[in-house]
């Protein structure tokens, strides 16, 4: 049972770019019936977020806190540099008061993703600094969310800060810290003993998060179909840049870990999450940037990983064409 269970949690790694756009599709398609399961959602996401938790111990903050300086220019650039640029761009194409500029600066806002520390891992970043990054924007994540989003748009958007703050409270920072205690008490077992049975468990709950979020867009489907021409676009624009800055932001960096960390951590972001606080509290059009998110997330990273790795060969070849001189 125990390897049939990581199997299937490789063979959904593996097959995330397929799957993530399939479900997505299931939950248009059958949105009918899915809707009345969709208050399920934060209860899904937060078993996701505990069985990430599990694998983080303190030791891993602390390396982080040894360097502070990288925290805080990653924190820095993807919650106030790139929510001011996106903004600043997307209410010039929709306007202010669009909805769909507070999904797209949501998105922003919304902590970095769990699949960033996969990406990292797989491209030789530095993976115990991704994994403290992600838990303490994990963390962090209910007041910078309430806070951009009321610094942004106070005067546009009627917001439930409190409530919003408790369900965040309830679905990322609870069953962090219960998963982070649970590894200190155990030593990191427990983490190892599950992982067969809560790895495949937490991704299939993630592909059911995406498949409910979907489902409770089909009541406004029709309404949104006209702007997907310009949303799809500026969607993938934004993507991008925020792997750029990521990647800008560690220039000064000597070591080429640091640098694929740094890319991933801005440029993969907790979309699940996102959508569930955007169909929670705004409309379905502030949900969909966020949903295209999830479609552009995986196939994106595949590209910067060659792009980085691309990028590596040519700067070890400039280093023994130098050393040859």
Not at 187 to 196: N, T
């Amino acid at each position: 049972m125990a390897q049939f269970g990581l199997k299937l949690n490789e063979y959904i790694e593996k097959y995330m770019v397929l799957i993530a756009p399939l479900a997505i599709v299931l939950g248009l398609l059958f949105g009918d019936i899915l809707t009345a399961y969709t208050s399920l959602v934060p209860y899904l996401f937060a078993y996701v977020t505990f069985a990430m938790a599990i694998g983080c111990s303190i030791k891993h903050m602390k390396a982080v806190f040894n360097e502070p300086r990288k925290l805080l220019v990653m924190l820095a650039v993807i919650h106030i540099v790139l929510p001011i640029i996106v903004y600043v761009l997307a209410g010039l194409v929709f306007g202010y008061q669009s909805p769909y500029v507070v999904g797209l600066v949501m998105f922003t806002l919304i902590p970095v993703g769990i699949s960033s520390v996969i990406w990292v891992s797989m491209t030789g970043g530095n993976v115990s600094l991704v994994l403290a990054i992600v838990v303490i924007d994990s963390l962090l994540s209910p007041f910078v969310i309430t806070g951009g989003l009321r610094l942004l748009f106070h005067k546009s958007i009627q917001l439930d800060t409190m409530s919003m703050l408790t369900d965040l409270l309830y679905i990322i920072v609870a069953p962090t810290i219960v998963g982070i205690v649970l590894h200190e008490l155990t030593k990191g077992k427990v983490a190892s003993a599950i992982k067969p049975y809560s790895a495949p468990l937490s991704k299939l709950c993630f592909v059911a998060v995406i498949v409910l979020n979907a489902a409770a867009l089909t009541p406004s489907l029709d309404q949104l179909k006209g702007d997907l021409i310009k949303i799809i676009p500026i969607s993938i624009g934004i993507v991008l840049l925020s792997y750029s800055f990521g990647y800008v932001s560690s220039m000064k960096e000597q070591e080429r870990a640091s640098k694929i960390t740094m890319s991933y951590a801005s440029g993969i972001r907790n979309v699940s999450l996102g959508a569930v606080i955007a169909l929670t509290y705004f409309t379905p059009q502030t949900a969909m940037p966020i949903l295209i998110g999830i479609l552009l997330q995986q196939p994106i990273a595949t590209m910067i990983s060659l792009f980085l790795q691309k990028l590596n060969n040519r700067t070890a070849s400039q280093s023994d064409l130098t050393r040859v001189r």
